[in-house]
């Protein structure tokens, strides 16, 4: 009675499983995205990723009354997990912020898994093989291939198509939404690979989340297909699999291709001061000295070199009140440009009245000449609060974290260089990793990008590496070098094509450190724009037109399947 009684127990945990094995998969396809990002960067998991939840969607829930409904918390269960894990480090800032970010983002997930069902291609039964021998050739019509959609390369690309289109619309929506926070998408997880971000020049990152996420469709028909196939006992060519490899490597081609191609431009040395100041210390008047004591002898060490720099660079926020009205602020930064002799790029605070801006200044010719530019793409809950005097709740979620909004820059103004022929783009915080935004200081002239950060707010996370990833395909698509000062988190230099040339990094190969990284930055100087920078988000735009014409087809075909309710007067009679 004993071993039946156990067999009973395990045979019941077997269904329990199998009735959970959906939700188990959607938390897997969470799980596996975190794993494509930083710290982790196991970015060969971005090609199967999906494919959990895929499986879920598509081979669960068939006696389900709202299917449709079951497929949106499917996909929403593996949104919340991804971004609960893959945005752990907001808790060094605010944990309840980290709950609302997960708990929202997850919409965007679930806003693709509901595609995916209604795309679902009939589960029909293959025919069986003694039966297939006489069908295929009597009647084409009632072949494996007409019988199964899942037997057809050209359904399966099809499906691909559509849903990678869908996939890089609801990443371009929560880049865009609540002025968007558009990182760790499936294209960004490729940011080291660089033979294949290349097409980043012509497409941008939705480019490249398109090909993943195509591949991971093709991936799980494959593996569907061979199922179907084992049944039969007949096998048909792969075309969509084999097209998909095709792609892959045509992608990586155009990559090393480009890489090859020389740039006209000129050498400018530059060094970065990452003063590693505490989020605790930066505004407040007690330590200002102390700060500026900081600068001066970090900066030093630059200034004092054989080769001195054309530009030095200090991080976002580096001064402890607002330069240009804060009077020891003022007097610091203009007396040590008079002494330094080199042009000086620093982070800032601005002020007009009441309005407040994060603003980066360029400060040359020994104090005479200041160029400013202020934030334009301002952070949700890190710089503004959305919504703030309408939700009065949401500014309860950061605390005394952002107790006023930023004000909002409005010209992407150019710092011109002592060096004529030198124009930054001064991209503050997290403008270096909006692809639209960088590419309109490159329309107007800028050949060098200097992005200034602050990831100290977020200690010693992963918040660092992850701004980086999705920062240096802003080299790729403009054809751009960037050179990185962060007050800690990781301060480097980026070639155009995307590959990191310098890291700041103390002896035990930490990036969480104070010093000084100098070198030399090759900027182009011919001009030659990328199609990217002519042209914008256009691959981002034609995969939101194709897939609001397909949700527009799935509505109307969705009314007609509808009965009619009967007619009252008919019922009566």
């Given amino acids: 009675m004993s071993h039946a009684h156990g067999a009973n127990q395990a045979v019941e945990l077997v269904r329990k499983a199998l009735r959970c094995w959906p939700w188990l998969a959607a938390i897997t396809t969470g799980l596996l995205c975190t794993g494509c990002c930083a710290p982790f960067d196991f970015w060969w998991l971005g090609w199967i990723a999906l494919t959990p939840l895929l499986a879920a969607v598509w081979f669960s829930g068939q006696n389900s009354k709202r299917r449709w409904l079951r497929d949106l918390v499917l996909g929403y269960v593996a949104g919340a997990t991804f971004f609960w894990t893959v945005f752990s480090w907001l808790t060094t800032v605010t944990t ?7 708990a929202y983002m997850g919409v965007y997930f679930a806003l693709w898994t509901w595609f995916c069902g209604r795309l679902r291609p009939a589960m029909r039964a293959p025919i069986a093989p003694a039966r297939a021998a006489t069908r295929w050739s009597a009647d084409a019509g ?23 289109s869908v996939w890089v619309t609801q990443e371009s929506l929560r880049g865009i939404v609540f002025s968007g926070w558009g990182w760790n998408t499936l294209g960004t997880t490729l940011h080291a690979q660089w033979p294949l971000i290349q097409i980043a020049d012509i497409t941008g990152v939705p480019g490249l989340s398109f090909l993943v996420a195509f591949a991971n469709v093709i991936a799980i028909t494959t593996a569907r297909r061979f199922v179907l196939e084992s049944q039969t006992g007949v096998t048909r060519p792969h075309y969509d699999f084999t097209f998909t490899l095709l792609l ?20 400018i040395r530059v060094a970065a001061v990452q003063s590693n100041i505490p989020r605790e210390q930066k505004f407040s008047r007690e330590f200002a000295q102390r700060i500026f004591d900081q600068f001066t002898r970090l900066s030093e060490y630059a200034l004092h070199a054989q080769d001195r720099p054309d530009l030095l660079i200090w991080p976002e926020s580096s001064m402890p009140g607002p330069v240009l009205q804060d009077e020891d602020s003022y007097r610091f930064v203009m007396d040590f440009s008079a002494a330094a002799k080199t042009d000086l790029l620093l982070g800032a605070i601005d002020q007009d009245g009441a309005r407040v801006y994060n603003a980066a200044l360029l400060v040359s010719e ?13 952070v949700p809950f890190g710089e503004y609060i959305p919504g703030r005097h309408t939700i009065p709740f949401l500014a309860q979620v950061v605390g005394d974290q952002v107790p006023d909004d930023f004000a909002v820059g409005t010209e992407f103004t150019l710092f011109h260089l002592t060096n004529d022929k030198v124009q930054v783009a001064p991209l503050i915080c997290f403008e270096d990793t909006i692809g639209d935004l960088t590419r309109q200081f490159v329309r107007g002239g800028a050949n060098l990008l200097v992005n200034v950060t602050n990831d100290g707010w977020f200690l010693r996370s ?14 790729v698509e403009t054809r751009r070098p960037m050179v990185r000062a962060a007050n800690t988190g990781v301060t480097c230099f980026v070639n155009e094509w995307g590959r990191l040339t310098q890291v700041l990094l103390d002896d035990a190969g930490n990036q969480f450190t104070e010093g000084v990284l100098s070198g030399v930055i090759r900027v182009p100087t011919g001009g030659k724009l990328t199609f990217y920078v002519r042209h914008g988000e256009i691959f981002a735009h034609a995969c939101a037109a194709i897939t609001a014409i397909m949700f527009v087809v799935i509505v109307v075909k969705t009314v007609r399947r509808r009965p009619l309710a009967p007619n009252r007067a008919s019922t009566n009679a």
Avoid: D, M
């Fill in 366 to 378: 020994a104090g005479k000449r200041v160029q400013l530019y202020r934030k334009i793409h301002l």
């Fill in 462 to 475: 992963a918040g660092s590496k992850q701004h980086l990833a999705n920062a240096v395909f802003r080299c």
């Fill in 142 to 164: 009632n072949s494996p291939e007409a019988r199964s959609p899942w037997l057809r390369s050209t359904n399966n690309l099809g499906l691909a198509f559509l849903l990678a």
């Fill in 96 to 102: 309840s912020g980290w709950i609302l970010v997960g």
């Fill in 248 to 267: 892959i490597v045509a992608a990586a081609s155009y990559g090393i291709r480009a890489v090859r191609i020389p740039a006209e431009g000129e050498s």
